[in-house]
């Protein structure tokens, strides 16, 4: 066990021991825990209580059916939240990879809003160029590294404040900060590899 776990998350330690060894009421104690703050942070991402509710079942489906493998390096907490925050942007992204511009991956962070979904109605000229748009954003973010995807999603698509997924991720503010300013250098990489390939086919 980490020396460094606060008491809270050594009492979940030795609950998720008793888990691993089949024991029931471990389990329902883990989740009285834990259900309301993930049902709370679902609800957030997705914006629908009947959605959250059920991706708040769903991660503890799939943190009871993988306990094994959560390992005391760092709090239960951190592992749950984290599976969590994985089930709602895979959710986010089946449901509503809407329209996002390609237009600016800029490393001044002043430009960086110019990425951002577009709700808007629009004729179906518009709509058919935003799709390729989003298709093509979303083609170039699912070959950034999962925490890169993770980052993107959240800063992007759900529109949250760096103070927000810092404390969503439990990330230090600065980490979440030169990790979003990386993934921003990473897409920009691949769609100027993308605009070279194309230019060398002519």
């Given at each position: 066990?980490?020396?460094?776990?606060?008491?809270?998350?050594?009492?979940?330690?030795?609950?998720?021991?008793?888990?691993?060894?089949?024991?029931?009421?471990?389990?329902?104690?883990?989740?009285?825990?834990?259900?309301?703050?993930?049902?709370?942070?679902a609800i957030?991402?997705v914006?629908?209580?009947?959605?959250?509710?059920?991706?708040?079942?769903?991660?503890?489906?799939k943190?009871f059916?993988?306990?094994?493998?959560?390992?005391?390096d760092?709090?239960?907490?951190?592992?749950?939240?984290?599976?969590?925050t994985?089930?709602?942007?895979?959710?986010?992204?089946?449901?509503r990879?809407?329209?996002?511009?390609?237009?600016?991956?800029?490393?001044?962070?002043?430009?960086?809003?110019?990425?951002?979904?577009?709700?808007?109605?629009?004729n179906p000229?518009?709509?058919?160029?935003?799709?390729?748009?989003?298709?093509?954003?979303k083609?170039?973010?699912?070959?950034?590294?999962?925490?890169?995807?993770?980052?993107?999603?959240?800063?992007?698509?759900?529109?949250?404040?760096?103070?927000?997924?810092?404390?969503?991720?439990?990330?230090?503010?600065?980490?979440v900060?030169?990790?979003?300013?990386?993934?921003?250098?990473?897409?920009?990489?691949?769609?100027?590899?993308?605009?070279?390939?194309?230019?060398?086919?002519?």
């Amino acid at each position: 066990m980490n020396p460094n776990f606060s008491a809270n998350a050594r009492n979940d330690f030795l609950l998720v021991i008793r888990a691993k060894d089949g024991d029931q009421k471990a389990y329902a104690e883990l989740m009285q825990r834990y259900k309301d703050s993930i049902y709370f942070m679902a609800i957030k991402m997705v914006n629908n209580k009947d959605d959250a509710m059920d991706l708040t079942v769903e991660t503890f489906g799939k943190a009871f059916e993988n306990i094994e493998k959560y390992k005391p390096d760092f709090a239960f907490s951190t592992w749950l939240f984290r599976i969590a925050t994985n089930n709602c942007i895979d959710f986010i992204r089946k449901k509503r990879l809407n329209v996002v511009s390609l237009q600016t991956l800029s490393e001044d962070d002043k430009d960086e809003k110019q990425l951002q979904i577009a709700s808007d109605s629009l004729n179906p000229e518009q709509t058919s160029i935003k799709k390729q748009e989003s298709e093509k954003l979303k083609s170039i973010v699912d070959q950034l590294p999962q925490r890169y995807r993770t980052l993107i999603t959240l800063r992007y698509y759900d529109e949250q404040s760096y103070e927000e997924i810092a404390q969503q991720l439990d990330l230090p503010l600065g980490t979440v900060k030169a990790q979003l300013f990386r993934a921003r250098d990473l897409m920009s990489n691949i769609m100027n590899r993308r605009k070279k390939n194309l230019r060398s086919d002519f």
